[in-house]
């Protein structure tokens, strides 16, 4: 399944290499053990999303379980513990089990969202997956195909970004604030999309210099992914329904945001490679339980 998740996605990326004028022959990097271990990474990506399909399907269509406190827990939970279980070909497998868990939970999290969304107009699902996979694909090409480093450069401004994310998250809360509501959607947006360049140069930065982690790596794409198709839902239906997706997701900022401080320890480029993988710092682990 996973390889053939991984030849998928590759032809994908050529298809789309192709379209945009590029050399349909240069697959980006061109190290042989990048390019393998960039197959695996989107072929874990392949799966994770197909197992949060089904963790909305399981809150939108049965009553097994419902999208909620316990959920958003069990998916903080699942990933920490992905960060901490140390990756071997012994843990592999373990790991991936975690790495489905998590994502489940993840799509389950969509589920309120969804049923919203649905209630307006079940179209702007499928559009908002388009545009988000149409978007995702172009700034990985964008970033495969840079082979001087320049994205690595954005990981400080984008964090701080995602830090006046946060708080603008957390103030909306107590003010529901259109203009802040509108900041940190459209701001969240563009600062997302950003992220793919940046995780996409850091996995093959990280991979030169020794992290075989395509588990861990996934994460980071899986994210930038849900966050990116997020935003892009609540924009579509923005005009129909404005002040109850507004409620319905001020919580939901916190949510988004601590996520990615947890997967997006400080980085540069000039790091020696035993200090590129770094571990979360208890501060921003604790951010993600202000939802």
């Known amino acids: 399944m996973a390889k053939i998740c991984e030849n998928y996605v590759l032809n994908v990326v050529k298809d789309v290499a192709r379209w945009r004028g ?9 190290e042989p053990y990048v390019q393998s ?29 419902k999208a909620g406190l316990l959920t958003s827990l069990a998916s903080l939970g699942l990933m920490i513990w992905l960060a901490a279980t140390h990756h071997s070909k012994e843990t592999e497998g373990k790991r991936l089990a975690i790495f489905a868990g998590f994502t489940f939970f993840s799509g389950m999290s969509l589920g309120p969202l969804l049923d919203h969304v649905i ?8 559009t908002a997956f388009m545009g988000t996979t149409v978007v995702f694909v172009s700034f990985s090409l964008a970033a495969l195909y840079n082979t001087d480093r320049t994205f690595l450069f954005m990981g400080g401004m984008l964090m701080s970004g995602l830090s006046w994310l946060l708080l603008a998250g957390f103030l909306n809360i107590f003010f529901q604030s ?8 459209y701001g969240g947006l563009i600062i997302f999309c ?12 990280k991979r030169r210099n020794g992290d075989e982690d395509y588990i861990w790596h996934s994460v980071d794409l899986f994210l930038d ?29 916190i949510h988004d945001c601590g996520f990615n401080f947890i997967e997006h320890p400080p980085y540069s480029p000039d790091l020696a490679p035993s200090d ?12 993600s339980y202000l939802q």
């Open 37 to 65: 271990h960039l197959k695996k990474v989107y072929g874990a990506l392949s799966i994770s999303m197909l197992t949060a399909a089904v963790g909305a399907y399981v809150h939108l269509f049965t009553g097994l379980m």
């Open 119 to 126: 209630d307006i107009d079940p179209s702007i699902i499928t």
């Open 22 to 30: 590029y050399d349909a022959t240069c697959t980006g990097p061109r």
């Open 276 to 287: 590129i993988h770094l571990a979360p710092t208890f501060s921003q682990i604790m951010m």
């Open 178 to 185: 259109s203009l802040i509501w509108d900041v940190y959607l």
């Open 225 to 253: 992914f849900i966050n990116i198709f997020r935003k892009l839902m609540i924009i579509l239906s923005k005009k129909d329904n404005a002040p109850v997706y507004k409620s319905l997701t001020a919580m939901t900022a």
């Open 194 to 205: 950003l992220f793919v360049l940046y995780d996409t140069q850091l996995i093959v930065e």
